[in-house]
Every structure is written in structure tokens, then in C-alpha cells.
């Protein structure tokens, strides 16, 4: 056995992204300087807890963490997926934030992969598990993912800072992706959405789907928001509400917008957060999440701002044939995350976008040969 050569990388920037592409990439990877000089340093109950489902649907996967928890040395293992898998989120970051990876790394398993996973289903900060439902799991159907076993069960809602959420997600695997020319973003022909509320009247669900209606409803005629009030075990531990909104372009793209309210959220550092504002009406989260989803429509693109990273990622993985998509019009921020992402990309993959930008509408077009990424455990059938 030869020595194991790392891939030396510092800082926490990306450390979800980085993750995941050292997986697929099998690139062991040792990270430093991890939020050393912060008052709290290390790795954050979160990130720990996504090496320990990495750990879960993986074999021989080694992870070793210092004392301090600012250095990580993580050696990807085969990618084996399996049934009947549990993996508890923590409240720290809410089910979303695990969703993404592992729904590609379920793509490249050894075996269909089936988990139920537990924590928060719905915040202000991740996306939720209705916007993964209603778009994310559309995005990878673009890509050749079969519908077949690609699905995710909501068994109960939870909110911070209790959490007791529950999601069923279940992933198809694959030989390999398919090269996609995505260029046409269409024009809006429906909006859909739903609300949710637990452990709270469901007079915050009437309120946030009037206001939204109230906005859509000037623009076009095929709007319609569904309820989802949750009582009991199905309610999580926490009260709360929230609102899910998706457009459906003629051709065939979703966009997406949600939030979600509750009465307190856990920080980074394990502490719970007191409110720091009077919380805002219901009518207000409906208006304001409407009002979001106008505006990712106005940047343009074939999805929104959320799906970025995800959609870069599944170009980059797909065989050696061109991709070309449509993104939106970027913010200085967003500028900087989509350019840490097609470093990461570049780095671990060896694969370099094109950007050109459309002087007609200022959205921007990537383009890129893909890494011709293969499952070689799957089984073939």
C-alpha cells in the first residue's frame, strides 16, 4: 500500500461543498485553521454531525478530529447507500442543510438509498423540505435521475428550537448522469405553494396564503397554496409557521421561495437565541416570501439563487459532453459563493466553467465538459 496523499485546505468556508466533492472525487482531505481564531474555535456541532451521516452512508470512511476541533482529517470511503438508515440532524442546522449532499451522494451509491432523518424541517435559513420536495428533486429528474424511487416523506414538521421533525428520503442510484443544454427559462404559467403551521392556530396559515395571494393573484390567474396544519406527534416539539412558494415556468423550470417563524432558534454555539425583534404579523412572512420569489424570478435563470452550488455540482459530474445553462443576474455576495463554488469544483473535479454573460437580459450562461463521473459499485442489473 502506497502512502495517502492529502489535499491540504484551511478555513471553514465551503466546508459542506468541500466535503462533498472530496467524496466523490475519493480525495482525502486534511482542513486547518478551522475558525481558529474565533472565540468558540472548531468544527460546529453540525458540521460533525454531517461527517457522521457522511460516515453512515459510506464504508471506510475515516474521520479524525484534533482536541480543538480546528483541524479535520477526513478519507472518503466507497459510497454504499442501503435501506432503513437513521441519522439524527442535531439543532443546530435544519434537515435541509443535509438534504443536498447526500441526495447526490445517493446517486453514486453502492445501493438504492433509503434514510429517515430527524431535527428541524423547516427554518428561516436552509431550504425547506417542501422546496426540496417541489424543486430540488425536478432539478435532478433534468439530469437523468429516474422519478423511480426518488422521493421524500414528510412522517412530521419541527421547527426550532425543539425540533422533532421527521423526513423519509429515499434515492435512486445511477451509472452516471446526463449532459444537459438548460437555456430557456420560460414564462411563469402557475404558482404553487403551501403553508404549514404546529402547535400554533391555523389562523397564521389563513393570513400568510391571503397576502400571498394578494400579490400573485394581481399577475396571473393559476395560483393556488395548499394547508398543512400539523397537530400532535406529527407537530414537532415547538410551535411554529411557515410558507413554501413555487413557480412553474411553461418550460418546464421551478423557482423557489420559503421561510419559516418559530418561537426561538438554537446558534451555532449551542445556545438559544433570544428574539431579538418583535416578531413580525403572518400577513407579513406571506407578503415578504411572495416578494422574494418575485424577485428570483426578475434575475432570471433556470433556477433560483438556492440551487446554484447543486446545479454547477450536477454539471461537473456529468459525462464528458458539453452542459450549458442559464443562471441569474448575481449580487457582489452571490458573485463571491459562486466563485468559491467553481474553485471547489475546479479543484476537486479538474473542471473549468465558461462565463458569458447575456447583454440582453444579464443573466449569465455556464457552460463546461463535464468530469465523466461513473458509479462503479452500482450494481448492474
Same mark, same amino acid.
Request: overall charge neutral; charged content about 25%; hydrophobic content about 35%.
Given at each position: *500500500?502506497?502512502?495517502?496523499?492529502?489535499?491540504?485546505?484551511? &478555513?471553514?468556508?465551503?466546508?459542506?461543498?468541500?466535503?462533498?466533492?472530496?467524496?466523490?472525487?475519493?480525495?482525502?482531505?486534511?482542513?486547518?485553521?478551522?475558525?481558529?481564531?474565533? *472565540?468558540?474555535?472548531?468544527?460546529?456541532? $453540525?458540521?460533525?454531525?454531517?461527517?457522521?451521516?457522511?460516515?453512515?452512508?459510506?464504508?471506510?470512511?475515516?474521520?479524525?478530529?484534533?482536541?480543538?476541533?480546528?483541524?479535520?482529517?477526513?478519507?472518503?470511503?466507497?459510497?454504499?447507500?442501503?435501506?432503513? #438508515?437513521?441519522? $439524527?440532524?442535531?439543532?443546530?442546522?435544519?434537515?435541509?442543510?443535509?438534504?443536498?449532499?447526500?441526495?447526490?451522494? !445517493?446517486?453514486?451509491?453502492?445501493?438504492?438509498?433509503?434514510?429517515?432523518?430527524? !431535527?428541524?424541517?423547516?427554518?428561516?435559513?436552509?431550504?425547506?423540505?417542501?422546496?426540496?420536495?417541489?424543486?430540488?428533486? $425536478?432539478?435532478?429528474?433534468?439530469?437523468?435521475?429516474?422519478?423511480?424511487? #426518488?422521493?421524500?416523506?414528510?412522517?412530521?414538521? !419541527?421547527?426550532?428550537?425543539?425540533?422533532?421533525?421527521?423526513?423519509?428520503?429515499?434515492?435512486?442510484?445511477?451509472?452516471?448522469?446526463?449532459?444537459?443544454?438548460?437555456?430557456?427559462?420560460?414564462?411563469?404559467?402557475?404558482?404553487?405553494?403551501?403553508?404549514?403551521?404546529?402547535?400554533?392556530?391555523?389562523?397564521?396559515?389563513?393570513?400568510?396564503?391571503?397576502?400571498?395571494? &394578494?400579490?400573485?393573484?394581481?399577475?396571473?390567474?393559476?395560483?393556488?397554496?395548499? %394547508?398543512?396544519?400539523?397537530?400532535?406527534?406529527?407537530?414537532?416539539? %415547538?410551535?411554529?409557521?411557515?410558507? %413554501?412558494?413555487?413557480?412553474?415556468?411553461?418550460?418546464?423550470?421551478?423557482?423557489?421561495?420559503?421561510?419559516?417563524?418559530?418561537?426561538?432558534?438554537?446558534?451555532?454555539?449551542?445556545?438559544?437565541?433570544?428574539?431579538?425583534?418583535?416578531? *413580525?404579523?403572518?400577513?407579513?412572512?406571506?407578503?415578504?416570501?411572495?416578494?422574494?420569489?418575485?424577485?428570483?424570478?426578475?434575475?432570471?435563470?433556470?433556477?433560483?439563487?438556492?440551487?446554484? &452550488?447543486?446545479?454547477?455540482?450536477?454539471?461537473?459530474?456529468?459525462?464528458?459532453?458539453?452542459?450549458?445553462?442559464?443562471? &441569474?443576474?448575481?449580487?457582489?455576495?452571490?458573485?463571491?459563493?459562486?466563485?468559491?463554488?467553481?474553485?471547489?469544483?475546479?479543484?476537486?473535479?479538474?473542471?473549468?466553467?465558461?462565463?458569458?454573460?447575456?447583454? %440582453?437580459?444579464?443573466?449569465?450562461?455556464?457552460?463546461?465538459?463535464?468530469?465523466?463521473?461513473?458509479?462503479?459499485?452500482?450494481?448492474?442489473?
Amino acid at each position: *500500500m502506497g502512502k495517502t496523499t492529502y489535499m491540504r485546505l484551511k &478555513g471553514s468556508q465551503s466546508m459542506r461543498q468541500r466535503l462533498l466533492l472530496a467524496t466523490l472525487s475519493s480525495t482525502p482531505i486534511i482542513i486547518e485553521e478551522i475558525r481558529a481564531d474565533d *472565540m468558540i474555535p472548531g468544527l460546529r456541532p $453540525h458540521e460533525i454531525s454531517l461527517l457522521r451521516l457522511f460516515e453512515i452512508v459510506s464504508d471506510d470512511c475515516v474521520v479524525e478530529i484534533n482536541e480543538t476541533g480546528t483541524k479535520l482529517k477526513y478519507k472518503p470511503g466507497i459510497i454504499m447507500g442501503g435501506k432503513n #438508515l437513521v441519522h $439524527h440532524c442535531g439543532l443546530n442546522r435544519s434537515i435541509g442543510y443535509f438534504l443536498e449532499p447526500l441526495l447526490v451522494l !445517493g446517486l453514486f451509491g453502492k445501493k438504492p438509498l433509503s434514510i429517515r432523518l430527524k !431535527g428541524i424541517t423547516n427554518d428561516s435559513r436552509d431550504p425547506s423540505i417542501d422546496t426540496f420536495r417541489s424543486t430540488t428533486l $425536478h432539478i435532478l429528474k433534468r439530469f437523468g435521475v429516474p422519478a423511480e424511487g #426518488l422521493d421524500l416523506k414528510i412522517e412530521a414538521r !419541527g421547527v426550532a428550537p425543539e425540533g422533532g421533525g421527521e423526513v423519509v428520503l429515499t434515492v435512486p442510484n445511477v451509472q452516471s448522469l446526463t449532459a444537459v443544454q438548460w437555456m430557456d427559462e420560460g414564462m411563469v404559467k402557475r404558482i404553487r405553494g403551501v403553508t404549514f403551521s404546529t402547535k400554533v392556530s391555523t389562523d397564521f396559515e389563513h393570513s400568510m396564503r391571503y397576502a400571498a395571494r &394578494g400579490i400573485f393573484n394581481n399577475l396571473l390567474p393559476d395560483v393556488h397554496i395548499f %394547508s398543512d396544519h400539523r397537530a400532535g406527534p406529527q407537530a414537532g416539539k %415547538s410551535p411554529g409557521y411557515g410558507i %413554501s412558494i413555487v413557480a412553474e415556468t411553461t418550460s418546464g423550470c421551478y423557482i423557489s421561495a420559503d421561510t419559516a417563524v418559530s418561537c426561538g432558534r438554537v446558534d451555532e454555539t449551542g445556545e438559544l437565541e433570544a428574539e431579538k425583534k418583535e416578531r *413580525m404579523p403572518a400577513e407579513y412572512t406571506g407578503e415578504e416570501t411572495a416578494s422574494c420569489l418575485l424577485r428570483e424570478i426578475e434575475k432570471g435563470g433556470v433556477i433560483d439563487s438556492t440551487h446554484r &452550488g447543486l446545479l454547477f455540482i450536477l454539471c461537473a459530474l456529468c459525462p464528458q459532453d458539453v452542459s450549458k445553462v442559464r443562471v &441569474g443576474t448575481l449580487s457582489r455576495h452571490e458573485f463571491e459563493t459562486f466563485a468559491e463554488t467553481l474553485r471547489n469544483i475546479r479543484d476537486f473535479l479538474g473542471v473549468k466553467f465558461g462565463i458569458e454573460t447575456d447583454p %440582453s437580459t444579464g443573466t449569465v450562461i455556464m457552460k463546461c465538459v463535464g468530469s465523466g463521473l461513473k458509479n462503479l459499485s452500482r450494481k448492474l442489473s
